[in-house]
C-alpha cells in the first residue's frame, strides 16, 4: 500500500512507532485546508504559511494527545483556528463592521461546480471577488463558510471544531450565503479560491519537516516522539 493510501489514524499510528517520514502525507493533505482557515481570518499569503508551520510543528510533538475520539482532520482544524485568533489578539487587529442581515431559510449549496470554458475563464477573477467580499463578513460567520464551503467540513466536523451549536453552524452559514450572494454570482468552484498552489505544498512540506528533523536532533533520544 503507498503511504497516501493508509488513513490519518494509520499514519499517526506508524509515526508513533518511528516512521516520522510520513508526516508528510499528513501536510500533503491537510495543506490547503489550513491555508483557507488561516486566509479567511485575515492572514496574507507569507504569514498564513508561517501559522500553518507552527501547527504543524504543534501538532507533531502533540501527537501523543491525539485521543483519536475525532478526527485529525477535526483536531487540526482547531488548532488552526485557535492559533488564527490568539494570534490576532495578540496583535490586536481593528475588528470588523458586523452587517446586519436578515434571517432566511435558504439552504441550498452555493458553489455549482463550471463545466465549459467560458465559465471556468470567469472562475479565477470569482476567486478574487470571493476572497475580497469575504473579508468584509464578520469573523465568526466567515469561518463557518471557510469550514463547510471551501474544504467540505460537514455541519457536525464543524461544530466539533468551533465548539458550536448544529443551529449556530447551520444560521451562520446561511448568513454568510445571503451576504455573498449580493456581491459575487454562483459560477465557480471552491477549489479556484483561497488556493495553496502545488509549489507551495512542496515548501511547507520541506519547511515542517526540516524543523522537526533540526529539533529532533536537539531532543534527547528517549525524549523524542
Known sequence: MQPNQYSDFEIID?????????????IRRYNGLLYKIARSYGYQHDD?????????ISAFYNLS???KRASFKTWITRIMVNECFQ????LSFKKEIKVPMKESENTNPMFHQAHNSEKM???KELGHVLENALHKIPEEYRIVFTLR???????????????LSES?????????????????????????????NLIYCDRM???VMTEIEKRNNLIPANEKL
Open 65 to 67: 494527545k491525539f485521543e
Open 121 to 123: 475563464l470567469v472562475n
Open 14 to 26: 506508524k509515526i508513533s512507532g518511528g516512521e516520522i517520514k510520513l508526516y508528510e502525507v499528513l
Open 168 to 196: 449556530n453552524v447551520k444560521v451562520r452559514l446561511n448568513r454568510v450565503k445571503k451576504m455573498l450572494r449580493a456581491e459575487i454570482e454562483k459560477m465557480y468552484s471552491p477549489t479556484d479560491i483561497f488556493e495553496f
Open 48 to 56: 498564513a504559511q508561517d501559522l500553518m508551520q507552527e501547527v504543524y
Open 149 to 163: 464551503e471551501l474544504n467540505g467540513l460537514s455541519t457536525a466536523e464543524t461544530m466539533e471544531a468551533l465548539n
Open 87 to 90: 494570534k490576532k489578539q495578540k
Open 205 to 207: 512540506v520541506d519547511r
